[in-house]
């Protein structure tokens, strides 16, 4: 019985260990900046999806009278936009004129990657035409602005901390009488910005508001990576589309739209109106382009000659779990750690609050583990005397075995009548690893994910707790590990000393099966994250003591 469920235990990690190993490359920001160019290119289908022109007048509903100077543009119009450039002290933006839309918009925070001057993650990762943010209207006819020239009233915006916020507003001219607004209001200490449409001159009845992202060339394939979206009704839904074409749809109660990885994301969050919102997610093309569009009804007269088209909040940021609550609408949701999640996210307010007054994440990792082998240390305790109880019992255990060999059942009685007699379990060996299982997942999934984490140095050679560790020795090159892995070298040897203390109740076939154990663990550890590699170490290290202790001073 010990023996299955310790194999249960090494084939649930080996599965995880296993994919990590094969398939878990490190997440990598894109490595367009505000200093590069974005030359990934567009297919012809997808281009011709945005025209700098309405879409023609085969529709059988008659256009108001508003929009029939609309059908043809300007030529004037179509013409090469403006930049505009948004400093903040979080980030550096660059707006397109033409449709108002995002080319650039760079964390200062967080970099590409621990190379002191690796550029600022840019969440931009797409070309023109097809940019963030980018518009439709439509009131019988439908009007594609996602290329047309916005006007800027500001071509340089310079927010420093404690400043008020500055709009910047871009005008297109529609037509002889019709004209969009759309103003952006920037914040100088938030990711989030706001996003108000009016019109004057023409009759719109809806808009639609588009996304566009595609996956980082190098990305991690167990953490979700794509489009996603939160209603009250539905809860979190996160979009998985396969082939080019393949497309989803919801239309009801919304809170917000986004394209996410597993530490940043771009999210739209409807600010007025009632809905209800329809929102579609298309894949353009085999480079896994996404468009993500949300529409929804005008809010109605703004005065003055105006109708408001939409108001949102647009958050551009890091995935960090204070940042989001403060934005509101349930964005927090957006940090779904899966089935782990009621203990993961404990995990990760234990670490923060830790992170207050002792800042490392390594030594809050410690002490973490430290509390959690605090609070399992009763159960450990009480599972270790029963491990040598049973150990005792073994010559015991063995005559039953001889004398009952052919009677299964018979056996099995008097088995449980000596466990019983010395109130033993003989699965009480396992329970305290069964019930660390799911931490150590939990804590999995926070070192993925959990921004906080993200390039956080521990000390010496271990300069990211969520990459696997690694000292390089000039002259030393390992085949596929590249680096000396000393940490989960240090984890293996650490098991195996905890093993060898350990009494066991196993027969000599297999003790010598579960000797391979700590070889097994330290290959499958060789590419997790060195903050789980320290987590791991540290509670094979508390147990040794524990194992010490209860060897030394318990009969």
């Not at 256009?63 to 002290?89: F, H, I, M």
């Not at 449409?197 to 809806?206: E, N, P, S, V």
């Not at 929804?296 to 989001?324: H, N, Q, W």
């Amino acid at each position: 019985m010990e023996t299955r469920a310790l194999l249960a235990i090494v084939l649930s990690i080996a599965v995880l260990a296993g994919f990590q190993f094969f398939f878990g490359n490190k997440l990598q920001a894109p490595v367009s900046s505000l200093n590069g160019t974005n030359t990934s290119a567009v297919n012809s289908t997808v281009k011709a999806k945005v025209e700098t022109r309405p879409v023609s007048s085969n529709t059988s509903q008659k256009k108001p009278q508003a929009l029939k100077s609309l059908v043809e543009l300007p030529k004037e119009e179509a013409a090469e936009g403006r930049d505009v450039v948004v400093d903040t002290p979080l980030f550096k933006a660059v707006i397109s004129e033409n449709g108002a839309t995002f080319r650039h918009f760079v964390l200062k925070r967080y970099k590409q990657t621990i190379d002191k001057d690796s550029p600022g993650v840019d969440l931009v990762n797409v070309s023109p035409p097809l940019l963030p943010l980018g518009v439709k209207i439509s009131s019988g006819a439908e009007m594609d602005l996602r290329a047309r020239l916005f006007t800027a009233d500001n071509l340089k915006v310079e927010l420093r901390e404690g400043q008020e916020p500055v709009t910047v507003r871009f005008v297109c001219r529609l037509g002889e009488n019709a004209t969009l607004i759309k103003d952006y209001t920037f914040k100088s200490e938030s990711y989030a910005f706001d996003l108000t449409m009016k019109i004057t001159g023409a009759d719109a009845r809806r808009y639609t508001v588009f996304l566009y992202d595609k996956p980082y060339k190098q990305s991690t394939r167990y953490v979700f990576s794509g489009p996603s979206y939160f209603s009250p009704s539905k809860g979190l839904e996160e979009i998985k589309l396969k082939k080019p074409g393949d497309s989803h749809a919801y239309s009801g109660d919304l809170d917000w739209l986004s394209y996410g990885d597993n530490y940043f994301m771009t999210a739209l969050v409807p600010n007025g109106g009632k809905g209800p919102w329809n929102v579609k997610i298309v894949l353009l093309n085999e480079e896994k382009l996404t468009e993500s569009s949300l529409s929804a009804p005008v809010l109605g007269d703004a005065g003055g000659g105006f109708i408001t088209l939409a108001r949102m909040s647009v958050y551009m940021g890091p995935k960090e779990i204070e940042r989001l609550k403060r934005v509101g609408h349930n964005l927090s949701k957006a940090i779904n750690f899966g089935w782990f999640d009621p203990i993961a996210k404990p995990l990760l307010y234990v670490l923060n609050f830790m992170y207050k007054y002792v800042p490392n994440y390594g030594i809050c990792i410690i002490l973490l583990t430290v509390l959690i082998k605090v609070l399992f240390w009763p159960l450990a305790h009480k599972s270790a005397q029963s491990m040598k109880t049973m150990q005792k019992l073994q010559p015991k255990l063995q005559k039953l075995k001889e004398k009952y060999g052919d009677d299964k059942e018979r056996l099995n009685k008097e088995l449980m009548q000596l466990y019983k007699t010395y109130k033993v379990n003989p699965m009480s060996g396992c329970l305290p690893m069964l019930l660390q299982i799911p931490v150590f997942f939990a804590l999995y999934k926070v070192l993925l994910q959990a921004i906080e984490l993200r390039h956080a140095p521990f000390m010496l050679w271990i300069n990211d707790l969520s990459a696997p560790d690694r000292l390089m020795i000039p002259g030393v090159h390992i085949p596929m590990i590249d680096g000396i892995p000393v940490l989960t070298l240090l984890m293996g040897a650490s098991m195996y000393l905890q093993q060898k203390m350990s009494p066991s109740s196993l027969d000599p076939t297999q003790a010598k099966m579960m000797q391979l154990l700590p070889i097994v663990f330290t290959f499958m550890f060789i590419n997790f994250p060195s903050g789980l590699v320290l987590y791991w170490l540290v509670n094979n290290i508390l147990s040794i003591v524990q194992q010490y202790y209860v060897n030394k001073f318990t009969d």
